[in-house]
């Protein structure tokens, strides 16, 4: 028995894997386990864990079950009374952990708390969210919250306005890192097997406010996360022009997301806002910069195949994606 489970998801991650687990054996508290879940790497990622981290349990998948069914098959095995979600790609400082487990213990309504991420210049990164919406959708997509960061409206998705050094009680956390309590997911489920990859960890925080609990921000738990690593490394598949994420694996997702909370009408209301952004922008684009609007018509076909595949959010696509 342990006091934490470590959960580690791989994909191709071995050039960042020894970074994550050499930052876990670093920790100021030592009473965790780490179990990694490998994702049918095509690199040596499992060969890393089995010879150079022995008391790592390693679980080698022969196919990709995606973040989420890698991590319900994490907590089949798991003995923690918390459970701690890694990715491969983040290091945490020295008492990461043993803060982490302080505040959990401290909160009785924390049911998930996340901590600082920053890259690896030591620059902000999102970590802490307000849940999505179409007015967020329409913020982000026009660049609104962008270009008026500081505003408490137009940076609500992100938090771009607030003190990054002061910890609040927020919609969501993101996946690179988080702590969860055991008892609470036991009671609840941990993710949502449709999620393949993206938005699995939006709605669990959904379904911890559901139960009556919270989701908490912790900027002493300081992360250094690269972002994206695992993502880079999947061949043939359109990727946003705004970050790493694979565009229609987002949008299976959104979907899905949008369709389980607020129905087949505000999905397709979220899929008519960008599709409609794009067209306009593909328009605007069409003489002077026809190589932005060629990809502006893809995400409007990218899209439609999105909503089919997903019958509106209704089902998810056969997995692996």
Same mark, same amino acid.
């Given at each position: 028995m342990s006091k934490l489970s470590v959960f580690i998801v791989t994909y191709n991650s071995a050039p960042l894997l020894r970074s994550c687990?050499?930052?876990?054996?670093?920790?100021?508290?030592?009473?965790?386990?780490?179990?990694?879940v490998d994702n049918a790497s095509r690199d040596d990622s499992a060969a890393l864990v089995k010879t150079g981290y022995p008391k790592v349990k390693l679980i080698a998948s022969p196919t990709n079950l995606g973040f989420g069914n890698a991590n319900n098959l994490a907590l089949s095995q798991a003995t923690g009374?918390?459970?701690?979600?890694?990715?491969?790609?983040?290091?945490?400082?020295?008492?990461?952990?043993?803060?982490?487990?302080?505040?959990?213990?401290?909160?009785?309504d924390a049911g998930m708390g996340g901590?600082?991420?920053?890259?690896?210049?030591?620059?902000?990164?999102?970590?802490a969210r307000v849940f999505p919406s179409l007015l967020n959708e329409a913020l982000t997509l026009s660049g609104l919250a962008n270009r008026y960061s500081q505003s408490r409206f137009?940076?609500?998705?992100?938090?771009?306005?607030?003190?990054?050094?002061?910890?609040?009680?927020?919609? $969501? /956390?993101?996946?690179?890192?988080?702590?969860?309590?055991?008892?609470?997911?036991d009671q609840i489920g941990l993710f949502d097997e449709r999620f393949f990859l993206y938005y699995e960890e939006v709605d669990l925080c959904k379904r911890i406010y559901q139960a009556g609990f919270k989701v908490y921000?912790?900027?002493?738990?300081?992360?250094?996360?690269?972002?994206?690593?695992?993502?880079?490394? /999947?061949d043939e598949l359109a990727f946003s022009s705004s970050g790493k994420q694979l565009t229609l694996w987002r949008m299976r997702?959104?979907?899905?997301?949008?369709?389980?909370?607020?129905?087949?009408?505000?999905?397709a209301l979220v899929k008519g806002l960008?599709?409609? $952004?794009?067209r306009l922008r593909a328009s605007h684009n069409a003489g002077k910069a026809p190589q932005k609007a060629e990809d502006s018509k893809r995400i409007v076909a990218l899209w439609q195949q999105a909503w089919q595949e997903t019958q509106g959010g209704l089902q998810s696509p056969t997995q692996p994606w």
């Amino acid at each position: 028995m342990s006091k934490l489970s470590v959960f580690i998801v791989t994909y191709n991650s071995a050039p960042l894997l020894r970074s994550c687990l050499d930052s876990l054996y670093a920790q100021t508290l030592q009473d965790f386990e780490i179990i990694v879940v490998d994702n049918a790497s095509r690199d040596d990622s499992a060969a890393l864990v089995k010879t150079g981290y022995p008391k790592v349990k390693l679980i080698a998948s022969p196919t990709n079950l995606g973040f989420g069914n890698a991590n319900n098959l994490a907590l089949s095995q798991a003995t923690g009374d918390y459970l701690v979600l890694l990715n491969p790609d983040a290091v945490l400082a020295p008492d990461a952990l043993e803060h982490a487990l302080q505040h959990i213990e401290a909160t009785p309504d924390a049911g998930m708390g996340g901590g600082l991420l920053q890259g690896t210049q030591g620059e902000w990164q999102p970590s802490a969210r307000v849940f999505p919406s179409l007015l967020n959708e329409a913020l982000t997509l026009s660049g609104l919250a962008n270009r008026y960061s500081q505003s408490r409206f137009f940076g609500r998705f992100d938090r771009t306005w607030a003190d990054p050094k002061a910890a609040a009680a927020v919609d $969501w /956390v993101p996946g690179a890192f988080a702590i969860v309590r055991r008892s609470l997911i036991d009671q609840i489920g941990l993710f949502d097997e449709r999620f393949f990859l993206y938005y699995e960890e939006v709605d669990l925080c959904k379904r911890i406010y559901q139960a009556g609990f919270k989701v908490y921000y912790w900027p002493d738990l300081v992360i250094t996360h690269i972002g994206g690593a695992s993502s880079e490394t /999947v061949d043939e598949l359109a990727f946003s022009s705004s970050g790493k994420q694979l565009t229609l694996w987002r949008m299976r997702s959104q979907l899905l997301y949008y369709r389980k909370w607020h129905g087949c009408f505000y999905s397709a209301l979220v899929k008519g806002l960008e599709q409609n $952004w794009h067209r306009l922008r593909a328009s605007h684009n069409a003489g002077k910069a026809p190589q932005k609007a060629e990809d502006s018509k893809r995400i409007v076909a990218l899209w439609q195949q999105a909503w089919q595949e997903t019958q509106g959010g209704l089902q998810s696509p056969t997995q692996p994606w």
